[in-house]
C-alpha cells in the first residue's frame, strides 16, 4: 500500500512543471520567427499591404520573383506600373495609387522606382515603412543621374549608353532614353543568365531625359523608417553612392553580394528584408 501523500506535496511538481511550459514557451517564440521570411512574418493585426514600385528600363515583372515569394508568405502584394516620365508627376501616380489602399503599407522602391516611393509616401500616416533596393532615395532638391556615383556605368558620354528615341508631345530637348544592347547586358543585368537579361533587354521600358533631371521634392525617409539592400557589385548605382544615400537616411542596410538587379538575382534577401520591414 502506498504511503499516503500529504497535502501540498504535489505544489512544488506543479510550480516545477509551470515554470518549464513557461520556459518552453518562451524558447519557441524566439526559434520560430528564425524558421525563414515566410514563418517570420508573425502581426498582431492584418498583414500590410505590401507595394512594389519597378525602376527604369524595367515593369512590374522585374518584382515577379520576390512578390512571388511575399504572396505565399501571406501579404497581400501590388505591382503598380511606374510611368517613367517625370519624377514629381510619377510621385503623384504612385501616391494616387497608395490612396486606394487600405490599412498599413510598406512601400518598396527598386532603382529609379526609390526616387519615386520617396515623393509617394510624404504626407502619407499609412505607409509605415520605406525599403529601397538597390535604389536612389534623393534629398529635397536633388536630381537622380549625379546620384548614381562617379564610378556608375551610367557617369560616361550619354551617347555611349543610351539611344535616344523621340517621343509625342515631348518638351523641347527631351527624348526616350533606352539602355544599349551592351549596357544593358554588361553593368545593368550583371548576374542575370543571358537568355533571361536578353528578354528583359527586348521589353525594357524607357526613362525620359528630364526624368534623370527633376529635383526632388520633400523626402518622406525624413519622416518614415527606411531599410536599404545594397548591391555590392552595383555598377550603376555604385555601392559607395547607395551607402552615402542609406546612411543619410537612417536606413537599416542590409549587404548582399549582387549586381544591380538583386530583386531578379537574390529575390529571397529582398524577400527577407521587406518582411523585416513589416514588423
Request: proline fraction near 9%.
Amino acid at each position: 500500500m502506498s504511503e499516503p501523500q500529504r497535502p501540498g506535496a504535489r505544489r512544488p511538481r506543479l510550480v516545477l512543471a509551470a515554470a518549464l511550459t513557461a520556459v518552453l514557451a518562451t524558447t519557441l517564440s524566439v526559434l520560430l520567427p528564425a524558421t525563414g521570411a515566410a514563418a517570420g512574418d508573425r502581426h498582431p493585426g492584418p498583414k500590410p499591404t505590401i507595394v512594389l514600385v519597378h525602376g527604369a528600363w524595367a515593369d512590374g515583372s522585374s518584382w515577379s520573383a520576390v512578390g512571388d515569394i511575399l504572396r505565399r508568405a501571406g501579404y497581400p502584394v501590388r505591382i503598380p506600373p511606374n510611368p517613367l516620365r517625370n519624377l514629381t508627376t510619377d510621385g503623384q501616380t504612385i501616391a494616387d495609387f497608395l490612396s486606394t489602399i487600405s490599412g498599413p503599407i510598406v512601400l518598396v522602391g527598386h532603382s529609379y522606382g526609390g526616387a519615386v516611393i520617396t515623393q509617394a509616401a510624404t504626407g502619407n500616416a499609412d505607409v509605415k515603412a520605406l525599403v529601397y533596393e538597390d535604389a536612389f532615395a534623393p534629398d529635397e532638391g536633388e536630381v537622380i543621374f549625379p546620384l548614381a556615383g562617379a564610378d556608375s556605368a551610367l557617369s560616361v558620354d550619354p551617347a555611349t549608353v543610351f539611344d535616344f528615341v523621340p517621343y509625342p508631345g515631348a518638351p523641347a530637348s527631351d527624348v526616350d532614353l533606352y539602355l544599349k544592347r551592351d549596357t544593358f547586358l554588361g553593368p545593368f543585368a550583371a548576374g542575370v543568365p543571358r537568355s533571361k537579361a536578353l528578354s528583359l533587354y527586348a521589353a525594357q521600358r524607357p526613362l525620359t531625359l528630364s526624368a534623370g533631371f527633376t529635383p526632388a521634392g520633400v523626402p518622406a525617409w525624413k519622416t518614415i523608417p527606411s531599410w536599404y539592400i545594397l548591391g555590392t557589385q552595383d555598377q550603376i548605382i555604385t555601392p559607395a553612392a547607395q551607402r552615402f544615400m542609406a546612411e543619410r537616411a537612417g536606413a537599416r542596410i542590409t549587404e548582399v553580394k549582387a549586381g544591380h538587379l538583386a530583386l531578379i538575382t537574390r529575390p529571397d534577401v529582398v524577400a527577407k528584408v521587406i518582411v523585416q520591414a513589416t514588423r
